[in-house]
Each structure stands twice: as structure tokens, then as C-alpha cells.
């Protein structure tokens, strides 16, 4: 069982998560507020993983509210409806476990709970794609295969039909993520929608053109 927490000032929200995971034996709620300061300043015990709105209302800035949920011991999950990549990017580099965006069903979310709870990066096609969005001039040099995957995955495929097309175990495909994941880290520019994907994804290339 792993204890949750949940910061998001949408109520609907936090009443539909509340009804959604009332029947799941892998996690348990412990708490549903609207600010960082009411999770710290609550009587709960600290959540092993801390589900954590992107934009809250409070005005407060996405990477000082990871910074502080990790400073009091839990790992973060970053969720949100908003495709503001600069916010993503920056909540990341401050020390977020993942990002998913609200549309994902109930098995995703406890997937990726149960993933940053043991210490991983719970990946996504919506984190791929800041990823492959990034075109910083700090954007680190990624190895072909690293790219390739980076692309696949960020085009919507699962993970394991991206490590089916190129050719690799669904644990290999994993850990080029995670080598990119840490490329982005090191650059400081760690980095997430599939709104306009294709698109978005045209331009990265475009801008790729340029750089040759």
C-alpha cells in the first residue's frame, strides 16, 4: 500500500479522485488539499508520493512547490492540464519523478505512482515529447538510438511497441529514456503533451534542419 497525497485546487477534481481511488488496494489517499502550505502544515503523516497540480491558484511557482514536497521527504508526481512546457521543464529540473497530464486513465495513474514510489521516473509519451520539444541551445547531444526511441515513444506509441520497432528489450527502451532523462538533467534543461504532437514534432525537426 502506498500512501498518497494529492495538491490541486480543482475540487472536482479532488472529489473525483477521492471516489476514484476509495476502492484501489495499491494506494491509499491520505490527503487532498489546494496549496503546499496545507500539506505541510497538515496533520497527515508524509505521503511516500505527492500527485501535485502543475498551476495552483496560489500563485506559487511549480518548481519551488516541488522543491519543498521534496524537502519534507516525498516524491513528486506532476499533473496537469496545462501544456505550458516551460513550467513542466522547469518543475522537472527542480526534481519532479514524472509528469501525466489528468486524461490518463486510473491504471496509468497508479502505474506511475507505483513507479516514482520505487524510485524511478514514471515516463510518458507527454514527458518524450518536452523531450523532443526541447530546443534550447543547451539541449544536449542524444546518441541515434537514443533519438530514436525518444521519437517513437513520444509519438504515442507504448513502450513496448517502441522498443518492438527498434528492435530492443521494453527494458533497454526504458533505459535509453532514462539516459535521456539524465542528459536533460545534466544540461538543466530536464524534461512533456500530445496536443499539435505532430506538429510540434515537424518543428523540432525544422529546427534540427537549421543546426546541420
Known amino acids: 500500500m502506498i500512501d498518497i497525497a494529492v495538491v490541486d485546487d480543482d475540487r472536482m477534481l479532488l472529489d473525483g479522485l477521492r471516489a476514484w481511488l476509495s476502492g484501489q488496494q495499491r494506494l491509499r489517499l491520505i490527503a487532498t488539499v489546494s496549496t503546499v502550505d496545507a500539506l505541510l502544515a497538515g496533520p497527515a503523516p508524509t505521503a511516500a508520493v505527492v500527485l501535485l497540480d502543475l498551476v495552483l491558484g496560489d500563485g506559487s511557482r511549480p518548481e519551488a512547490n516541488v522543491r519543498r514536497v521534496r524537502a519534507a521527504g516525498s516524491k513528486v508526481l506532476v499533473i496537469s492540464t496545462v501544456a505550458d512546457h516551460a513550467r513542466v521543464v522547469a518543475a522537472v529540473a527542480a526534481g519532479a519523478d514524472g509528469y501525466l497530464t489528468k486524461d490518463h486513465a486510473l491504471d496509468t495513474l497508479v502505474e506511475a505512482v507505483e513507479t516514482v514510489a520505487a ?23 542524444l546518441a541515434p538510438r537514443e533519438r530514436q526511441v525518444l521519437r517513437d515513444y513520444a509519438s504515442g506509441l507504448t513502450l513496448k511497441a517502441t522498443a518492438r520497432r527498434a528492435g530492443i528489450t521494453v527494458n533497454t527502451a526504458k533505459y535509453y529514456l532514462d539516459q535521456v532523462k539524465e542528459k536533460y538533467r545534466q544540461a538543466g534543461r530536464p524534461a512533456f503533451t500530445k496536443i499539435d504532437l505532430a506538429r510540434r ?3 523540432d525537426d525544422a529546427y534540427g534542419e537549421k543546426l546541420r
Open 201 to 203: 514534432l515537424d518543428e
Open 119 to 141: 524510485g524511478g521516473t514514471a515516463h510518458s509519451p507527454e514527458l518524450a515529447f518536452a523531450w523532443v520539444k526541447d530546443t534550447t541551445p543547451t539541449r544536449p547531444h
